[in-house]
């Protein structure tokens, strides 16, 4: 199959580029809020971790900690397109603190997910797809976020090795692997550095407010994104391959406004903190809409149970019955 | 050295705006800054999208597909995942017509 057949389309069918212009006007003062919030946040909840220490009260604040700690993918997200910040200096500042504490590695991540979004939901060549023909025992794995760590372990343990994983070289320009071996070898000195500090000053701090909640929060994220594209067409048809899925507003802030996710795939040019605007004015252009995370992976589920029972209560044309009545 | 080739009229581009056209098989990128027009190869190195549908922002032009940047007056690549230049074309105005130089 050709690269052109391949390459994600949509964009243009759903808005004109004069109509798409208003959208992708990004400022710092968005991304500085919604940073804010969520690292405040963070703080909060690891200051309740701090004080349920050695009571029962530690299992609501860690799993609380946690949640937000696996958030942090929305801002590794957000930094990676650049349209966090305005200022693209502040945007790689943050990009990199948080993909640190996110536990990947920015540039090789930043390219990994620019080809996620070149062909997204073509077997073969997207690197997010989910399992073809995913079973139960699939599902349950990929939640638990065994993919996740198997390919993070291995881009932060094999990359300062110069170890680039063959079947992923695609991602990357040639010019750029000497850059994602460098970096690779910095993080594994930041991480080794935070390591052997914890061990001279015998401090379980970094496990107890880093490492715990960051493994124990993940199959959370794992979950939400199971609605991006699970269950939608395979094919490079951005208006029918991704799924924006409405949900609360909590949800929303956290995950910055991820959520809108066909939003995103058409129009990656547009900061998070215009895609609810980008909803209201393209959402009848777009098949699947979810009516929430829970809803989408019951319908998962429910095919991989039953293979054939139809895609989350979608009409013939493919709406929901939300947009039905709407 | 070849031959000045007419491809667009200035009028059709808006300020801080860019227009694909293609001219013997190539396909350019015409800008309009506020300092005057300019051209350069009009698909990204990257990936292959069209320039033309990415947006101007400060004297760069920014790629639809995966927001790498290139210099507009220079081509550079200056963000990743850009890393490959773009060719910049000589480009000239007589009266409202935009000629570029393809050589």
């Given at each position: 199959?050709?690269?052109?057949?391949?390459?994600?389309?949509?964009?243009?069918?759903?808005?004109?580029?004069?109509?798409?212009k208003?959208?992708?006007?990004?400022?710092?003062?968005?991304?500085?809020?919604?940073?804010?919030?969520?690292?405040?946040?963070?703080?909060?909840?690891?200051?309740?971790?701090?004080?349920?220490?050695?009571?029962?009260?530690?299992?609501?604040?860690?799993?609380?900690?946690?949640i937000?700690?696996?958030?942090?993918?929305?801002?590794?997200?957000?930094?990676?397109?650049?349209?966090?910040?305005?200022?693209?200096?502040?945007?790689?500042?943050v990009?990199?603190?948080?993909?640190?504490?996110?536990?990947?590695?920015?540039?090789?991540?930043?390219?990994?997910?620019?080809?996620?979004?070149?062909?997204?939901?073509?077997?073969?060549?997207?690197?997010?797809?989910?399992?073809?023909?995913?079973?139960?025992?699939?599902?349950?794995?990929?939640?638990?976020?065994?993919?996740?760590?198997?390919?993070?372990?291995?881009?932060?343990?094999?990359?300062?090795?110069?170890?680039?994983?063959?079947?992923?070289?695609?991602?990357?320009?040639?010019?750029?692997?000497?850059?994602?071996i460098?970096?690779?070898?910095?993080?594994?000195?930041?991480?080794?550095?935070v390591?052997?500090?914890?061990?001279?000053?015998?401090?379980?701090?970094?496990?107890?407010?880093?490492?715990?909640?960051?493994?124990?929060?993940?199959?959370?994220?794992?979950?939400?994104?199971?609605?991006?594209?699970?269950?939608?067409?395979?094919?490079?048809?951005?208006?029918?391959?991704t799924?924006?899925?409405?949900?609360?507003?909590?949800?929303?802030?956290?995950?910055?406004?991820?959520?809108?996710?066909?939003?995103?795939?058409?129009?990656?040019?547009?900061?998070?903190?215009?895609?609810?605007?980008?909803?209201?004015?393209?959402?009848?252009?777009?098949?699947?809409?979810?009516?929430?995370?829970?809803?989408?992976?019951?319908?998962?589920?429910?095919?991989?149970?039953s293979?054939?029972?139809?895609?989350?209560?979608?009409?013939?044309?493919?709406?929901?019955?939300?947009?039905?009545?709407? | 050295?070849?031959?000045?080739?007419?491809?667009?009229?200035?009028?059709?581009?808006?300020?801080?705006?860019?227009?694909?056209?293609?001219?013997?098989?190539?396909?350019?990128?015409?800008?309009?800054?506020?300092?005057?027009?300019?051209?350069?190869?009009?698909?990204?190195?990257?990936?292959?999208?069209?320039?033309?549908?990415?947006?101007?922002?400060?004297?760069?032009?920014e790629?639809?597909?995966?927001?790498?940047r290139?210099?507009?007056?220079?081509?550079?690549?200056?963000?990743?995942p850009?890393?490959?230049?773009l060719?910049?074309?000589?480009?000239?105005?007589?009266?409202?017509?935009?000629?570029?130089?393809?050589?």
């Amino acid at each position: 199959m050709s690269v052109e057949a391949v390459q994600a389309f949509g964009q243009k069918e759903v808005l004109t580029k004069k109509e798409y212009k208003p959208y992708i006007v990004r400022t710092n003062r968005h991304g500085l809020v919604r940073f804010a919030i969520h690292a405040g946040a963070l703080m909060a909840s690891g200051a309740a971790v701090y004080a349920s220490l050695g009571t029962w009260w530690i299992v609501p604040s860690m799993a609380c900690h946690a949640i937000l700690m696996a958030f942090l993918f929305a801002p590794v997200h957000e930094c990676s397109h650049r349209t966090a910040f305005r200022n693209r200096t502040l945007n790689e500042a943050v990009y990199w603190i948080v993909c640190l504490v996110y536990m990947v590695p920015p540039t090789f991540f930043r390219y990994a997910h620019a080809t996620h979004h070149t062909y997204t939901q073509v077997r073969g060549w997207d690197p997010d797809m989910l399992p073809e023909n995913m079973t139960l025992r699939d599902y349950v794995l990929f939640v638990l976020g065994t993919t996740f760590w198997r390919r993070n372990f291995r881009w932060l343990l094999f990359h300062p090795f110069g170890r680039i994983d063959p079947k992923q070289r695609y991602y990357l320009p040639d010019s750029e692997i000497p850059k994602v071996i460098r970096e690779a070898r910095i993080i594994m000195l930041i991480y080794a550095g935070v390591a052997a500090a914890a061990v001279y000053y015998g401090s379980w701090a970094p496990l107890i407010y880093w490492i715990v909640p960051r493994f124990v929060g993940e199959p959370y994220m794992r979950w939400l994104r199971i609605s991006e594209h699970g269950d939608c067409e395979e094919s490079p048809d951005l208006r029918r391959n991704t799924r924006t899925t409405m949900t609360n507003r909590l949800v929303r802030c956290f995950f910055w406004e991820m959520p809108y996710h066909a939003e995103h795939h058409l129009c990656p040019l547009v900061p998070f903190h215009a895609l609810s605007r980008l909803h209201e004015k393209i959402r009848d252009k777009l098949h699947p809409v979810g009516d929430g995370y829970l809803a989408v992976n019951r319908q998962v589920v429910g095919n991989i149970l039953s293979p054939g029972s139809g895609a989350m209560g979608l009409d013939e044309s493919g709406r929901t019955a939300g947009q039905r009545s709407a | 050295m070849s031959d000045w080739l007419d491809v667009a009229n200035a009028d059709d581009i808006d300020e801080d705006d860019v227009i694909q056209v293609e001219v013997e098989g190539q396909v350019l990128a015409i800008y309009r800054l506020e300092d005057g027009f300019y051209a350069t190869d009009g698909i990204c190195s990257h990936a292959e999208a069209c320039l033309a549908d990415g947006f101007v922002m400060d004297g760069f032009i920014e790629c639809p597909l995966h927001q790498g940047r290139f210099e507009i007056k220079t081509g550079k690549a200056r963000s990743a995942p850009a890393t490959e230049d773009l060719r910049t074309y000589e480009l000239k105005i007589e009266g409202s017509r935009i000629l570029v130089r393809l050589d």
